[in-house]
């Protein structure tokens, strides 16, 4: 809260100021946290069965990783990211994704030298100055599996099953798997090459961004959603009929193994996915459910990265998947059965002068590991009633009267009305008597 003084002629006023969150981004309440709990539960669980281990890096790194990793002519260097100069006049910049600062923990952290194979996982906020709209904020969360060390194409698929088995778990049905390869580098360049070809006497027909794009990244073209671009595109050469062997073989196996675990999946040729570092295997998976940003995850193969960041030749795969876009299409499908949220008791004071009887209480019963709570702003028995009730009690301790003189409480089951009787330091039988 700000407040701003004006002087009118001696009368001072005071106007305040209501500070608001930054555009772009979105608290998340408690009413909303049981969601996103859930949500992270539930992929540390996949994660974990998959044998991926958590890694978290920090929210911020010199800008040069990511203007290496990512691609200076990428729309996300060049128009999206938080950049800023410290006090030491180092150039930072928020995380825009997390690819780039799990492989720089990789090489300083010299993981490789630990073990042949890391298969990494994370979750956290990321950072981009974009336009806001469904499904998308400027800070925003992602979960997201790297697995760094082996050319496998095995591991591409297992990435794939992974995101498909989170998403499925959720219970989201509107979901399509798209897989392309982009070959090896030196493949890939010499397409270009065939597509630069394809385009040169329709250049002045495309899009403002599509013309930069013809010089700086002409695969990209394929991602736009302009429809004169996209009519242009339909006749355009396609990688997959450019392929090495290798890519060929190797997106060959990712296919047959997805068909062998059951999950359906179309090839899309125009799939190129938006950073530079990628080879071979790429994939998303798209929902209908959350309007014109369908995408809810997206990666594939990175081969070269590590070497570029300045770390021994070692191959990699991962995706990473936005969770404020899951979330929203659980939501437009209604596919989350939530528990109820509730605590196990509440303690009811029945009389005055018994405040501090009841924190006791409740110290005794937190320590049992039950989730308990009283009143803390002198209301009627009524009225705390009304709370343990808005709290979804599952029983109600009363706190006071005749069987408190006797060393007794009152326990009520507010699910069937059942009343009885238990000494009051008999923490164990009123724990029992809970659980049960």
């Known amino acids: 809260m700000v407040t701003v003084p004006l002087s009118v002629t001696n009368i001072h006023i005071k106007i305040i100021l209501m500070i608001k969150a930054i555009t772009g981004t979105k608290d998340i309440l408690p009413a909303e946290i049981s969601k996103w709990q859930y949500l992270e539960n539930l992929l ?37 990211m938080y950049t800023f100069k410290d006090r030491s006049e180092t150039s930072i910049t928020l995380r825009p994704e997390n690819t780039a600062g799990v492989v720089r923990a990789f090489i300083e952290q010299s993981l490789g030298a630990q073990q042949p194979l890391n298969k990494l996982y994370y979750i956290g906020a990321m950072f981009r100055q974009e336009r806001p709209q469904a499904g998308r904020l400027r800070q925003f969360h992602q979960f997201g599996a790297e697995a760094l060390g082996s050319t496998s194409p095995l591991l591409d698929a297992e990435m794939i099953q992974i995101a498909y088995y989170i998403l499925k778990n959720l219970g989201l049905r509107n979901l399509v798997v798209k897989i392309n390869s982009l070959g090896i580098p030196e493949v890939r360049e010499n397409y270009k090459n065939v597509l630069r ?169 937190r320590r049992e590991d039950l989730q308990c709570d009283y009143d803390y702003l002198n209301r009627s028995v009524k009225a705390q009633m009304r709370e343990a009730n808005k709290y979804n009690a599952k029983f109600v301790v009363f706190v006071g009267g005749d069987e408190y003189k006797r060393g007794e409480l009152s326990v009520k089951n507010l699910s069937n009305g059942d009343q009885q009787l238990i000494k009051f330091d008999d923490t164990a039988a009123l724990k029992q008597l809970i659980n049960n």
Do not use: H, W
């Open 44 to 80: 540390r669980n996949i994660f974990e069965n998959f044998n991926y281990r958590e890694i978290r890096t920090p929210v911020f790194e010199e800008t040069a990783l990511f203007a290496r990793s990512i691609g200076e002519e990428t729309d996300i260097v060049s128009k999206e």
């Open 197 to 365: 070809d394809y385009l040169k006497d329709k250049k002045d027909k495309l899009s403002e961004d599509s013309r930069k794009r013809f010089d700086t990244n002409i695969l990209r073209i394929f991602d736009s959603k302009i429809e004169v671009d996209q009519q242009i595109m339909k006749d355009a050469p396609l990688l997959i009929d450019y392929l090495d062997e290798q890519s060929k073989n190797d997106f060959d196996v990712v296919k047959s193994y997805l068909t062998k675990v059951d999950i359906p999946f179309e090839v899309d040729p125009a799939l190129v996915r938006g950073l530079d570092y990628y080879t071979k295997t790429t994939f998303e998976i798209v929902s209908g459910s959350v309007g014109s940003q369908s995408a809810l995850c997206g990666g594939g193969r990175y081969d070269l990265l590590v070497e570029e960041l300045g770390g021994k030749p070692t191959p990699g795969v991962g995706f990473a998947a936005g969770m404020e876009r899951i979330l929203l299409a659980c939501e437009n499908e209604k596919s989350l059965q939530l528990p109820e949220d509730s605590i196990d008791v509440y303690l009811v004071r029945i009389e005055n002068g018994l405040e501090l009887d009841v924190a006791e209480i409740a110290s005794k019963l």
